[in-house]
């Protein structure tokens, strides 16, 4: 069974924008699957259909065998979600937000409790973790944001542009911490990015979509050789113009 | 249940952390209230005779015993000081600062001892920053001068009848005020019954009326405030219902309107019966409770009860209805503003139901008012004063069945995720108008 089964997905919104023109594609359990694509291309329409957020205009997805859209409450037990613009409760202490959304997913006080340490060990905040999150940089947020997604060891983590807003070396940690997690834990991770070297870097697999279409898909090795091209950006402007 | 209780816990911590509300909705109103009633109660204390010192001008034209005897009955009254001139041609090279000049007119004794009536001219020296206080002081003179006038009342009487006594002339009979209540005597001051009565007919409403409004204001604002922080995709993909998360915000939502105007109406409560003792002194003790209740003018415990569900079936109904119309919204402001619809449907019938008798106004009105819920609780409040059965569990009922409905739309709203992530049908309606 897949972890992600995407088929024909279509997304038309009012007003008759298309967002996605008939998507396809599978995601294999632990694997780390990237889709790329310049903004406005529909990963994050994409990313909102199998977080269960949007209804498609038509074409199934399932997460693990589950509908997303008849069966979103097993989708949601399953999934784990970072928006990319995401924020968190100004007012609350990093501490408190942790501890709130790790509520939702353990009533065991242990495993809460294991679970607010892996956050902090992933967004690495120390005792600012004490302090409200209104205090907090806005690459201290993701960081949290980050923590949150990851902190329950979802089966499947859906990360819409995990990094943006982060320094450098920040933004290195975050790529090492998914990374591992995706591999100790066997977590099935699908990443959105429009940055084609963190992609490159992390995934296992990725799908080059434009215009509501995925225009190239596969290993980011096999797709370099595949278009002859040093990298993913120049397979990226290969593949558009074909 | 534990998800809910999650939610609502972080609802009110949120909530009571955010200084619109910590210090503008309940601080204000613990601080402001008192220090306002302080300050009242001290102006009207100083502007009033109590511990007030008043400078009088007196200009005595009549020069007799009678107008003597007025000159040491003003001095011999303690804080008051005398200044004497002696014409009204004086009054302009004025050095002093005074209260107020008095002026005893030629023939005031002469007009008194032949049976006509004399006058004496008071004149308050008027400031505009004292115009407050303007009032108070001319009240303060003419009881003074009555005071004088019932004492030479008094004192002409014996002369032209030692015999008689001079109150039976002057007040041949006193008045005893009481109630006429469902067919009972009653001998209590009208007044008394109204000072103690004031927190139910006056207080309770009001209480009510901005706990509403506090609640719709908090609501409205509660999933704006979520898309604002860029918090509700998160939320939306949790593990958890729909209803779940819609409950949260509706149980937090009661929790902070109820101890935010709770703290509201005790800080009104506190200023109200200050000033109101500064005014006048209480005169309702010595009146029970229970005198009160056995003469039917206090809701008993089955009028209560009948009145907390009205109350929580309109704070419900209300909460659900702000939460839906917040939910079109993109930021907080607009929140509010979009929570400005229900308003009038709140505020209109309240006035209507609370200052106008509803039998007085035409049939297809009545019909109008009453069919708005929120009048309800206006009506829900008089027929809880009269226990008035009847009208109660009408109100109650009718807004069980509105918030029944409400509650249905507002659930299956908040399940369709779309409608609630975006704003599209208020940007549509916006467009529109």
């Known amino acids: 069974m897949y972890a992600i089964e995407v088929q024909d997905l279509v997304k038309i919104y009012e007003g008759g924008i298309k967002a996605l023109r008939g998507v396809s594609f599978n995601v294999i359990p632990g694997e780390i699957f990237g889709v790329i694509g310049p903004n406005g291309a529909g990963k994050t329409t994409l990313m909102r259909i199998i977080a269960t957020l949007l209804k498609p205009t038509s074409g199934t997805v399932k997460v693990l065998g589950h509908d997303v859209v008849h069966e979103a409450e097993e989708v949601r037990k399953i999934i784990s979600y970072l928006p990319e613009e995401a924020g968190a409760y100004p007012n609350l202490t990093g501490l408190e937000y942790l501890t709130f959304m790790a509520k939702f997913y353990t009533n065991n006080e242990k495993e809460l409790q294991e679970m607010i340490r892996n956050a902090a060990r992933i967004c690495n905040l120390g005792k600012r973790l004490y302090d409200r999150i209104k205090s907090y940089s806005k690459g201290m947020v993701r960081r949290l944001l980050v923590a949150r997604t990851l902190m329950m060891k979802p089966k499947i983590a859906l990360l819409d542009e995990p990094t943006s807003g982060l320094d450098v070396l920040?933004?290195?940690?975050?790529?090492?911490?998914?990374?591992?997690?995706?591999?100790?834990?066997?977590?099935?991770?699908?990443?959105?990015?429009?940055?084609?070297?963190?992609?490159?870097?992390?995934?296992?697999?990725?799908?080059?979509?434009?215009?509501?279409?995925?225009?190239?898909?596969?290993?980011?090795?096999?797709?370099?050789?595949?278009?002859?091209?040093?990298?993913l950006e120049e397979v990226f402007a290969k593949a558009v113009r074909q | 249940m534990s998800a809910l209780r999650n939610l609502v816990s972080k609802e009110i911590k949120e909530l009571f952390r955010d200084p619109k509300i910590l210090i503008g909705m309940i601080l204000v109103s613990i601080i402001i209230f008192p220090l306002l009633s302080k300050l009242v109660t001290y102006s009207v204390k100083s502007s009033t005779s109590l511990g007030r010192h008043f400078t009088i001008g007196l200009v005595d034209e009549d020069q007799t015993p009678l107008s003597?005897?007025?000159?040491?009955?003003?001095?011999?009254?303690?804080?008051?000081?005398?200044?004497?001139?002696?014409?009204?041609?004086?009054?302009?090279?004025?050095?002093?600062?005074?209260?107020?000049?008095?002026?005893?007119?030629?023939?005031?004794?002469?007009?008194?001892?032949?049976?006509?009536?004399?006058?004496?001219?008071?004149?308050?020296?008027?400031?505009?920053?004292?115009?407050?206080?303007?009032?108070?002081?001319?009240?303060?003179?003419?009881?003074?001068?009555?005071?004088?006038?019932?004492?030479?009342?008094?004192?002409?009487?014996?002369?032209?009848?030692p015999n008689v006594n001079p109150s039976t002339i002057l007040e041949p009979f006193n008045i005893k005020e009481g109630i006429f209540i469902k067919g009972k005597l009653i001998d209590i001051h009208p007044y008394a019954i109204s000072q103690l009565l004031i927190n139910y007919y006056f207080i309770l409403p009001y209480s009510l009326f901005f706990l509403l409004l506090v609640s719709i204001s908090i609501s409205a604002t509660a999933m704006a405030y979520e898309k604002e922080r860029k918090t509700l995709e998160t939320l939306l993909t949790l593990p958890i219902s729909r209803v779940t998360i819609f409950?949260?915000?509706l149980i937090g939502s009661i929790?902070?309107?109820?101890i935010s105007s709770g703290a509201y109406v005790l800080g009104f409560i506190y200023y109200i019966r200050s000033i109101m003792n500064a005014v006048q002194a209480p005169i309702s003790a010595g009146i029970s409770r229970e005198l009160l209740l056995k003469l039917g003018l206090l809701p008993t415990k089955l009028s209560y009860v009948l009145l907390s569900i009205v109350i929580l079936m309109a704070l419900i109904s209300a909460i659900s209805l702000a939460l839906s119309l917040g939910a079109f919204a993109e930021s907080v402001q607009s929140a509010q503003s979009i929570s400005g619809i229900l308003l009038p449907f709140i505020m209109i019938p309240w006035f209507l139901a609370t200052f106008v008798d509803p039998s007085s106004l035409s049939l297809p009105v009545r019909l109008l008012l009453y069919a708005i819920p929120f009048t309800h609780v206006a009506i829900a409040t008089r027929a809880a004063m009269e226990n008035n059965y009847l009208a109660l569990s009408i109100a109650a009922l009718y807004l069980a069945i509105f918030t029944a409905i409400i509650l249905y739309l507002t659930a299956r709203f908040f399940s369709i995720e779309e409608k609630v992530l975006s704003s599209q049908l208020f940007k549509r309606w916006r467009r529109k108008s």
């Open chain 1, 170 to 231: 920040h933004a290195l940690y975050i790529r090492n911490v998914i990374r591992n997690y995706a591999k100790k834990f066997g977590t099935t991770v699908l990443l959105s990015s429009h940055n084609m070297l963190e992609v490159d870097y992390l995934c296992d697999r990725v799908a080059i979509i434009n215009k509501g279409r995925i225009i190239a898909i596969g290993n980011p090795e096999e797709l370099k050789e595949k278009y002859s091209a040093a990298n």
């Open chain 2, 68 to 161: 003597r005897s007025l000159r040491e009955y003003l001095t011999a009254i303690k804080n008051v000081d005398v200044i004497m001139y002696a014409s009204t041609s004086q009054i302009g090279n004025l050095t002093q600062e005074v209260t107020a000049i008095i002026i005893i007119p030629k023939g005031f004794q002469a007009n008194i001892t032949s049976g006509l009536r004399a006058h004496i001219k008071v004149y308050t020296t008027f400031k505009p920053s004292s115009i407050f206080s303007q009032g108070s002081k001319g009240t303060f003179l003419t009881s003074l001068l009555k005071a004088y006038e019932r004492y030479l009342s008094v004192f002409l009487l014996h002369n032209v009848a």
């Open chain 2, 247 to 249: 409950l949260g915000k």
């Open chain 2, 255 to 258: 929790i902070v309107a109820l």
